[in-house]
């Protein structure tokens, strides 16, 4: 059985979309973290209770793992692990991840698995991000909720990931935002049983580890 790796955003639920079409593979539960001061994602920004409505629609469990407002790598990886000791004695064997590219990522993720119960699985991997991008904004239905301001300006954030949305991206910014340029909040979509109910609120910049981002709350 399978867990997802869930941040919300459009690759994941283009993940999950593909595993559940997999007759051979079982997606048992989505697995989130968010910081535990504020019960929130900790990149996204996102709150809880808009996952925790999201797995609902998709009719799926979710395990959120919190973590501490100030975590560090050790600390983080240590409540993974007790996640994923937890997730395999309840009978899951796999975590699947979104992740298109990035080595470096992939193979932290590998290592972080590495020694226990689970493996890992990455469906998208290699997909070229243009045209998953493309096919996820005619697909599916989701809000910018995070922009790193080094690669886009705050007008992006609260904007529906559309057409429009790609066709105004600046040279240099990944299609998907592999980089980080920009996150996502999936509503709707293949999977989804009803569409999650929020909208765009007030945007709110923020300093996070060094960097600037503009963030869209959801209400």
């Not at 609902?56 to 790598?73: C, K, M």
């Not at 932290?108 to 904004?137: C, H, I, K, M, Q």
């Amino acid at each position: 059985m399978i867990a997802v790796s869930w941040s919300g955003g459009k690759d994941c639920a283009v993940a999950l979309r593909e595993l559940r079409a997999d007759p051979d593979r079982e997606v048992a539960e989505l697995l989130t973290t968010v910081r535990e001061d504020v019960q929130r994602s900790s990149m996204h920004g996102v709150r809880r209770e808009h996952h925790e409505a999201q797995a609902d629609a998709l009719g799926l469990a979710l395990r959120v793992v919190e973590l501490p407002a100030d975590v560090g790598n050790d600390a983080y990886e240590r409540r993974m692990r007790e996640a994923h000791e937890a997730m395999a004695s309840e009978g899951i064997d796999t975590v699947a991840f979104a992740d298109l590219f990035l080595e470096d990522i992939r193979a932290y993720r590998e290592a972080n698995l590495d020694g226990g119960a689970l493996s890992g699985a990455f469906p998208l991997w290699g997909r070229d991000t243009e045209a998953l991008a493309r096919e996820f904004a005619a697909d599916f239905d989701a809000v910018v909720v995070c922009v790193d301001d080094d690669a886009l300006d705050a007008s992006f954030a609260g904007r529906a990931f559309d057409e429009s949305f790609l066709d105004d991206l600046p040279d240099g910014v990944d299609p998907c935002g592999e980089h980080g340029e920009f996150h996502t909040f999936v509503r709707d979509g293949p999977g989804f049983d009803q569409r999650v109910a929020v909208e765009p609120a007030e945007r709110v910049t923020k300093t996070v580890g060094g960097g600037t981002f503009h963030y869209c709350e959801l209400e």
